[in-house]
């Protein structure tokens, strides 16, 4: 316990010296003008959306590499169609180095690209993403998009819209944090489910605290809880970057503290292209 109470002090502590350190973090919160950005989390193994997509023709690589509808991978399906919500240079896409043969190819997006050992899940993956926005300053929307599950919604379109209506509550009430539902088609059982509760958001009736939350439920309390209303968890997070950074290290301080030892010492070892860095966490 002594130690639980430790980490937490110190990552309550360093995320103070994080958004209090730099100019940007220092100014007030100006609600009449946001920066709007994007990290992309393409750096899974994408097992999971494997075998969901019967169209994949590169059974042996990560789904968000794949081509399901055009002649472009799901990351660079991806990176074109939040165009429209995040500028390519304000929007990061992490990666996994053995995936390097098919990542090259982003660039063209100019996005900036992080390059991870390997898959150390998504939390890390979002706070190095957080770190490279950190320019943008405090008033920066960030929208979290997990590539490989993409192009599991039958309509783009209407998901960006929702996304959208996301940054938009956050806008008008900075605080907020969204994560996004999606009404299940089937009872799969790999999928995240949500618990839809009371309003949260009186500007909009479609937004609903989280009342529940079931991770990978068997097959049978699945269709129930399709006949109760649940949503699938799309993994797809709207929020303040310093939210995002708070809601971390508040949850996982242990990680956020690792993560941040971890970061500051491949500052002092990286070289090379700025816009491309590895880092082991």
Known sequence: MVRRITVVEEASE?????????????????????NRAAIVLAGGDGNRALRQNEHTIWPSVASQFCTPT???????????????????RDTVV???????????RIAQHDPSIVVQPFNR?????????????????RNTVVVVFPCDDFFAFESHERFIRHIEEAIAAVEASPF???????????SESALGWIEPGESACPADPSIFHVRSYWRSPPVDPAIKLIRKGWLWNSLTIVARAPRLQEMIAECLPELYVAFNTAFAL??????GSPSRISIAT
């Open 176 to 186: 907020l944090s969204v994560v996004l539902g999606t009404v299940p088609r089937t």
């Open 266 to 271: 491949s500052r002092t070892m990286a070289n």
């Open 14 to 34: 360093l995320l103070k010296r994080q958004q209090g350190g730099s100019e940007e973090m220092q100014h007030p919160l100006d609600q009449t003008k946001f």
């Open 70 to 88: 055009s002649d472009k991978g799901t990351v660079e399906e991806t990176v074109r169609s939040i165009s429209r919500l995040a500028s390519p």
């Open 121 to 137: 899940g998504s939390v890390p993956a979002i706070l190095y993403g957080l770190r490279r926005l950190a320019h943008l300053g």
């Open 94 to 104: 992490v990666v996994n180095q053995a995936h390097g043969e098919f990542y090259d």
